[in-house]
């Protein structure tokens, strides 16, 4: 094994094993995926914003506190690329079917539970100003009739992700966007016969977008191609892969938990400050998107060349994928901090079109200097996403979990105390989360170096010791 790469390393970064050439062919799919919904949701908030300022408003606080409702199965199912990738890896194909098999019977099961939590949309809500809140209840409730898809979806997209197949999932993902901006445009403003709903036409275009996704892969998955990787016949319950699914994916949900509910927090907690401020940081979060949101698709990559080599008995290419998808990384979200600090008001174009010019003046101001915090914590965002998705293709959740258990509450309450006891306003707020991303993409990086992640595997041990031989 040492020898064997030790000759790759006389190749070029760009054509060795996870060199450049393998690392962009998985995650420039996955770029497109993730950038797809990036624009999906540009539009919409453009959209929105065109409509109402009110509806731009509340729709990012609504939208994170159903995305905190979903975090935790979705971050079990979306956990399912692990498996598949480290069994891939294995040479193990007949466990990849029970494996996806396992996180589809949790969305299953979460269809009805989420449609049950309708009526509680009012109570969480309660706390903002009645005109607010009454979009965010709409947006709330209507979205929740797609929680299900969402879960279902992560553990079919896995099968192909986990395997490298990635540019399967762009084709049905971009597909999805482009029927949600179709259906936003309708159902928003009223268009082609439909009514004009505003806000809730949002969410219900989002709706049958992520459903679209659930029919499109269950076609993909029952293609005679597949046979091999037991997906019709390993639909039943596994007890025993199940619990591990939980074992290593229910840290990862947690975490993803903690941190959504952490951040939709902090946007409740900037609301109190008005509407104007809370419009501000839904717009500089909103352009960040761009940079960040493809980002997910390079720590998918990662995560995916991480297990499979780990699968493989092959720690020392999964360090090298590592590496290299941190130069890309690194390069990208540099590039992006420049353009926050010298041309916001290009980023912001696009929603100033439609919107109300003398509206829009303080919005555009405020959100430029907002802007600014955002490329200071750029490059560790960058930390935290190629760091994070490489301890989470080895298996090493739990520790991710403490540190977000630990780091979260603290920027909230921070956050919190500043504006109830010491006046403190949106500039506080935005100085208390850059540290958080900041503190967080170090502790990360630390973990990373110290380097237990090289033992670890979430698949049986036999298979790996096979694969090795």
């Known amino acids: 094994m040492n020898s064997a790469v030790d000759s790759q390393e006389r190749t070029s970064w760009w054509s060795r094993p996870c060199g450049g050439r393998e690392v962009l062919l998985l995650a420039v799919p996955l770029f497109v995926s993730t950038a797809s919904w990036t624009v999906m949701n ?13 509806a731009v408003a509340a729709v990012l606080p609504a939208g994170m506190v159903h995305f905190a409702m979903i975090s935790f199965p979705l971050g079990i199912a979306a956990y399912t690329n692990t498996f598949v990738a480290q069994y891939y890896g294995a040479g193990s194909l007949r466990r990849i079917g029970p494996a996806v098999w396992q996180g589809l019977h949790l969305g299953l099961v979460c269809v009805p539970l989420y449609l049950a939590l309708i009526p509680l949309a009012p109570w969480i809500f309660a706390g903002h100003a009645r005109l607010l809140a009454d979009q ?29 197949a990635t540019w399967v999932v762009m084709l049905v993902d971009s597909s999805a966007w482009l029927l949600n ?10 268009h082609f ?97 761009l940079a960040f949101v493809p980002m997910l698709g390079l720590g998918i990559a990662l995560s995916t060349l991480v297990g499979q080599q ?14 290299t998808a941190l130069s890309m990384a690194l390069c990208y979200m540099g590039t992006m901090a420049l353009i926050y600090v010298l041309f916001p008001g290009v980023l912001l174009l696009g929603h100033e079109w439609g919107a109300s010019p003398a509206e829009f003046h303080q919005l555009r101001a405020t959100t430029a ?17 190629i760091f994070a998705g490489a301890l989470k293709g080895a298996g090493d959740t739990r520790f991710i979990m403490i540190v977000s258990l630990l780091l979260t509450p603290i ?45 670890m595997r979430v698949i049986e041990p036999e298979l790996i010791h096979d694969a090795a031989r």
């Open 369 to 385: 200097i907002l802007l600014r915090f955002v490329a200071a914590y750029c490059l560790f965002d960058a930390l935290n996403v």
């Open 193 to 289: 016969g439909l009514p004009s709903l505003g806000i809730q036409g949002a969410a219900l275009a989002t709706v049958v977008a992520l459903w679209w996704r659930v029919a499109v892969y269950s076609i993909l998955l029952m293609l005679p191609r597949f046979r091999r990787y037991n997906i019709r016949r390993g639909w039943r319950f596994d007890p025993s892969l199940f619990w591990r699914l939980l074992r290593y994916g229910g840290p990862s949900g947690l975490q993803m938990l903690v941190e959504v509910a952490g951040f939709t927090l902090f946007l409740l907690v900037v609301g109190v400050l008005g509407e104007d401020a809370l419009a501000a940081t839904n717009l500089a979060f909103n352009v960040n998107c």
């Open 181 to 190: 901006i179709v259906l936003d445009y309708a159902w928003i403003f009223g």
């Open 136 to 164: 965010e209840v709409l947006f709330f409730r209507t979205a929740l009739f797609g929680a299900g898809a969402e879960i279902i979806a992560a553990s079919m997209a896995a099968f192909f992700t986990g395997r490298g």
């Open 310 to 323: 780990l699968g493989r008995g092959h720690p020392e290419l999964a360090a090298r994928a590592t590496m």
């Open 42 to 54: 540009f539009i919409d908030r453009m959209f929105l914003l065109w409509h109402s300022e009110e």
């Open 411 to 455: 920027p909230v309450a921070a956050a919190w105390v500043g504006i109830h006891f010491f006046g403190l306003g949106l500039i506080w707020c935005w100085i208390v989360i850059t540290l958080w991303i900041c503190i967080s993409g170090l502790i990360y990086l630390a973990r990373y170096v110290q380097g237990r992640w090289r033992q």
